[in-house]
Nanobody
Framework: QVQLVESGGGSVQAGGSLRLSCAVS????????MGWFRQAPGKGREGIAA????????YYADSVKDRFTISYDNAKNMLFLQMNTLKPEDTAMYYC?????????????????????WGQGTQVTVSS
């Protein structure tokens, strides 16, 4: 069974940076949609960044565009999220997820329901 394990979360002050990692085992990220999602207390799960490892094309939610960068390493079977200029509203549990090889409509790329394998999450807390 494919497993995803996130790491790299922590507490930072506003304006700081963090780099999240997602290690994938018992399966491959090759030719897959891979995504980062977050969930703040009392809110639904939000898709913030996704990448198709077949082409390297990436997609971002407006809330993180130009601040966050998704990347991956096929050889190491890992997914990353570089988060810069963090804001208090970025405080949430962050999850990585593996999706299918194709997602059809562009609206699906950041939709949590399109991803079927999830990690346990890593907490990010940004103080003002």
């Amino acid at each position: 069974q494919v497993q995803l394990v996130e790491s790299g979360g922590g507490s930072v002050q506003a304006g700081g940076s963090l780099r999240l990692s997602c290690a994938v085992s018992r399966g491959s990220i090759n030719n897959r949609y891979m995504g980062w999602f977050r969930q703040a207390p009392g809110k639904g799960r939000e898709g913030i960044a996704a990448v198709t490892t077949a082409s390297g094309l990436s997609y971002y939610a407006d809330s993180v565009k130009d601040r966050f960068t998704i990347s991956y390493d096929n050889a190491k079977n890992m997914l990353f999220l570089q988060m810069n200029t963090l804001k208090p509203e970025d405080t949430a549990m962050y999850y990585c997820a593996r999706g299918p090889t194709a997602l059809g409509s562009s609206a699906n790329r950041l939709a949590p329901e399109m991803y079927n394998i999830w990690g346990q999450g890593t907490q990010v807390t940004v103080s003002s």
